[in-house]
């Protein structure tokens, strides 16, 4: 893990856990829709929120990329610049995969925060043929790049297990 890629907590503010905590009520309606717990919002470097989604998969006969994270940064693609892409956020209730990863950084998204670590979301989802997570945490993917991806996290992982308590058996 770089120095590059790492911001601490403590420089969390306010307005960040609240937006995390969001993601992690959005996680809670997508499976309330009979979807995957998962949720993200991009906001500007003002605290606005951009965009949002929840996983928009419906298993199984769902399309399959359309993680909360990739809808919602590509929803925010089409909105703004690079630039300004540059100084927002993706707030997510669970680590983007290395597919959501890779779909924040080609978007130009300057920072992430995230609540739950694919590390624990593997230990609650298991085996489950509708998870098969990748063992790549998102700061080994954004060190391969070729610009600067901050990365906070994980945070109150206990708060975005509730939505996944239950659900993968």
């Known amino acids: 893990m770089s120095a590059n890629t790492t911001i601490e907590p403590a420089t969390l503010c306010d307005r960040d856990m609240a937006i ?83 779909a924040i950084y080609w978007c130009n998204i300057g920072r992430v925060v995230y609540a739950l670590s694919e590390h624990r979301l593997l230990a609650l989802t298991g085996s489950h043929p509708e998870n098969p997570t990748f063992s790549l945490p998102c700061r080994e993917v954004f060190l391969r790049g070729q610009r600067r991806v901050e990365v906070v996290g994980p945070l109150i992982e206990d708060e975005a297990e509730s939505s996944h308590r239950g659900f993968w058996i």
């Open 20 to 102: 995390l905590r969001a993601t992690i009520e959005l996680a809670g309606e997508s499976r309330r829709n009979g979807r995957h717990p998962f949720a993200a919002i991009v906001a500007d470097e003002h605290g606005n929120i951009v965009a949002s989604a929840g996983n928009n998969s419906l298993p199984p006969e769902g399309d399959p990329t359309q993680h909360a994270e990739l809808a919602a940064a590509a929803k925010a693609a089409r909105l703004l610049s690079p630039e300004q892409l540059a100084r927002c956020t993706l707030y997510t209730s669970a680590e983007p995969c290395c597919m959501c990863a890779g």
